[in-house]
């Protein structure tokens, strides 16, 4: 039964009216594959106000339990994010200012056999011409668990998400992405 | 075409003190699971806490690792269990969590999640787990406790609210 009065679980907040969180794609990987692109977003620009994805993914980064994400919007550059982290033993925070958001963390190959990372991203306002793009997201793998902004220095409607493994390795066999809509009331 | 995704499974409202909380027979219908509480204990506590275990698991399978902040200072953890530990506040006060669970129903993966807190009084939390089990979740309990499972145990309070949403992917 649909949720009538909904909840959808974006990073942190919650809460919308009626039915308004969509699948819009899903992709799971029966092969390894470096890249995951969402691409012709724009077709859903007269729906939805924000995105989401929601994933678990490894990837085949050797000697490490974890290995950052790397999310592209439109594939250009011009991002800057910033990270508060805990590890295990202290809580952190850092920034990048670069070609792309840098996302901690999905599993490595050295993490335990059949771990995967999880992850939220939330992509706000992404077909506003009238705004920069923020993102925001919550994830976790091994001992990291993080929360992440970044800013996405355009007011061009965001076309296109691409998400890869900071090491430039594959993500691994299992990984999932999947794409959601969220409607503006 | 877009599907409308997130489903409402289950509520439990409390009308008296409960130990324990079950949602059993979990279809695998959906591809993740988001659990919503508003819950506090129904008795001061000298160690509140709560804890979940997955289709009534008892090894020492459930890993995690938090991070919180509080009004000066941040902490950080990580450790494996026997149970996965979420905050619940032993005052007045009813605090919100929620827990989400990855690909609960895959067989080909251990099940991942993420968690968010908060003891009103006091902190705010962010924790990430992983039950390190192939198997699909069929069941999740969430039981009162003081010192976790060593100690007294305790009762949620009546009114405290349990629910549990599908997510399709």
Redesign the interface.
Known sequence: MPLGLGFFATAGARAAIGPSFDLLETQVLSSTQATITFSSLSTYASTYQHLQIRMVARASRSGATTDPLIVRLNSTTQTYAHHLFGNGSSVGSGSIATSYSLLDAITGATAATDAFGAGVIDILDPFETTKNKTIRAFMGANTVVSLSSAFWNFTTAVSSIELSAFSATNFLVGSRFSLYGIKAA | M???????LATTTLSSATATVTFSNIPATY??L?L?FNYKLDSSATAADSFLRFNADTGNNY?H?????NAST?????GTRTYLETNVDDTSVFLRN?I?I??YA?T???K???M?EGLASFSVW?????W?S?SAITSISITAADRLGSGTPDNFSAGSVFSI?G???
């Open positions: 877009p599907t409308n995704t997130y489903t409402a591809r993740d988001i919503e890993n690792v938090f991070m919180s902040g941040t902490s950080s953890a990580s929620q989400q990855f690909d895959q080909n993966k251990h991942s999640g993420l968010t962010r924790r990430a787990f992983r390190a192939t949403y997510v399709i992917a």
